[in-house]
C-alpha cells in the first residue's frame, strides 16, 4: 500500500513539474544574460536547446515505456529531470546551463 501511495504521488507531481519547467525558463532571460554577461540570443538558445530535446526525445521516451513500464520510466524521467533543474540552478556558466537545459528538456518530456 504504500509503494502504491508512493507511485500516485510521483504520478500526481508530474504534470506540475513539466509546466512549471517549460514556462519557468523565459521570464528569467534576461536576468541570466546579466548574470552570465551574455547576450540575450545566446541565453535564448537555452530555452530552444530545450525545446528541441523536448520534442526529440518523446519517441525514444515512448518505446522505454512500452519496454521497461511506465512506472518506471516515470521515475526515472523525474529523477533525470530533478538533476537537469538542480544543474541548471547551479550552472556556473553559460555553456553549462544550455546544457542541462537539454538534459532536463529530454527526461521532462516523459513525465
Known amino acids: 500500500m504504500i509503494k502504491q501511495g508512493l507511485n500516485v504521488r510521483l504520478l500526481s507531481a508530474g504534470p506540475f513539474v513539466t509546466m512549471v519547467d ?3 525558463f523565459a521570464p528569467v532571460l534576461i536576468p541570466i544574460a546579466i548574470d552570465f554577461h551574455a547576450p540575450l540570443g ?3 538558445i537555452g530555452a530552444t536547446a530545450y525545446y528541441l530535446a523536448y520534442g526529440l526525445a518523446q519517441p525514444l521516451w515512448g518505446f522505454a515505456s512500452d519496454r521497461f513500464g511506465r512506472i518506471r ?3 526515472l524521467s523525474l529523477a533525470a529531470t530533478a538533476a537537469g533543474c538542480a544543474l541548471s540552478a547551479l550552472a556556473p556558466n553559460l555553456g553549462l546551463l544550455i546544457a ?4 532536463d528538456g529530454a527526461a ?3 513525465i
Open 100 to 103: 542541462a537545459r537539454i538534459v
Open 42 to 44: 545566446a541565453v535564448a
Open 22 to 24: 517549460r514556462f519557468a
Open 73 to 75: 520510466v516515470m521515475r
Open 108 to 110: 521532462v518530456c516523459a
